[in-house]
């Protein structure tokens, strides 16, 4: 940043370290940039936030309409499994969402099959908001509530997105790997890959 836009940061993070909500810093040279930047959740400009604009919670009731429709399409080009706001509630405990002034814009969900093992599944993300990386960020929260509630191994079934997984650390693993009760429902008509992460060896590979 030059140096009168460092000055223009320093002046709204004090601003929001008083009480202001938010600051936003916007080029008053382009038509309507206020209005852009205010009322669209990309924006134009920078925003520095004192609140939870942005965050990654759990699922709530009210947000399973919103996690449907991100997912849809994803399960409409068979990347995802069939699901249904019933299932969704039923589970509703292993979702989380990655939210955006409280907008639903990514999701996830950590299924516990026991063994110590954690299905990492239903990863959806609003592609308008790609440079976000909002996908990677939804992975580390299921991972670190994995690690959190005691598993030792999480893993995934991916029939397209081999590549993603094996960059954050996954690696190819067999059917016999899995804890019985997912043997159980592997659907062989899909031919999904599965990909673990071992928990233990990423605590070391932490400290």
């Keep these: 940043y030059p140096d009168q836009d460092l000055r223009y940061l320093e002046m709204s993070l004090a601003a929001c370290r008083k009480g202001t909500e938010r600051a936003h810093v916007v080029d008053g040279r382009m038509e309507g940039a206020i209005l852009r930047e205010i009322f669209s959740n990309l924006g134009i ?23 449907m429709r991100l997912m849809r399409p994803l399960i409409e080009e068979g990347i995802l499994v069939e699901r249904t706001e019933s299932q969704l509630m039923a589970r509703q405990a292993d979702y989380a969402v990655y939210a955006i002034d409280d907008v639903v814009h990514a999701c996830g969900a950590l299924h516990d099959y026991g063994e110590g093992q954690g299905e990492i599944a239903a990863i959806a993300t609003n592609p308008n908001y790609g440079h976000l990386s909002m996908g990677r960020k939804i992975m580390a929260y299921l991972i670190e509530k994995a690690e959190r509630i005691g598993m030792t191994r999480v893993f995934v079934l991916t ?36 990909f673990a992460l071992d928990l233990k060896d990423l605590r070391s590979i932490k400290s």
């Design 45 to 67: 400009g920078t925003m520095v936030y004192g609140n939870d604009y942005e965050s990654i919670r759990p699922m709530q009731a009210d947000d399973i309409g919103d996690v």
């Design 159 to 194: 029939t397209r997105t081999v590549d993603w997984f094996e960059q954050l650390g996954f690696v190819e693993a067999s059917l016999e790997s899995l804890p019985q009760r997912r043997r159980e429902t592997y659907n062989h008509a899909r031919k999904s890959r599965i």
